[in-house]
């Protein structure tokens, strides 16, 4: 009789477990909201901050500055996401080779992001090889939220339309080699 009631308790935790809703999905309330005052980050000559981003890959890592006087409430946003881990184990879910890699989507489809909006800061960073710059929707200038693009070349046609916010600055040779799905281990902010 024990032996029934055990496999009966099994099959219910077997069942119960699951069917129990388990997501990997990363809402607005994980991402800290702790103030990123980045006109108190040094910038070069060139506008990029001494402060540095490392992409952390199974292919290696990608180091990246910010132009926080360009972007200044992107940059802002983009330190708390990564400053809450909110990248981590996300995937490049869109590769396009002699265009973009893009991640920041915790669906993995091209339509998530951290549920917070970020206001369009479009300004004159012409799009280079490394060029980082926020996604959004083409018809609202205003959807940038999470999902961010490097640019694997140079893209003229979309200068002055999306928010530029960064560029990488070692690990160029390891954009080419990202490929669709593969995941971000980490991305670090380096003061």
Known sequence: MTIV???????????????TKHTDTKTQEEVSDKKV?????NVDRTGLS????????SHGNITFKFYPK???NT????????????????????????????????????SGGSGKKIQAEFNNISH???TMAMA???TDENSADSQFYIALTALPHLDNKYTVFGQ?????DILKKVKKDDKIISIEYIE
């Open 168 to 172: 990488v600055v070692d690990g160029l």
């Open 70 to 72: 360009k972007a200044p």
């Open 128 to 130: 280079v090889t490394g």
């Open 5 to 19: 009631k055990l496999v009966r308790i099994s099959l219910f935790l077997f069942i119960f477990i699951g069917c």
């Open 50 to 57: 001494e402060s540095e981003g490392i992409i952390k890959t």
């Open 75 to 110: 940059v802002a946003r983009m330190i708390q996401l990564i400053q809450s881990g909110f990248y981590d184990g996300l995937s490049f879910h869109r590769v396009i080779p002699n265009f973009v890699i893009q991640t920041g989507d915790p669906t993995a489809t091209g």
């Open 37 to 41: 005052d980045v006109f108190k980050i």
């Open 136 to 138: 959004r929707t083409l």
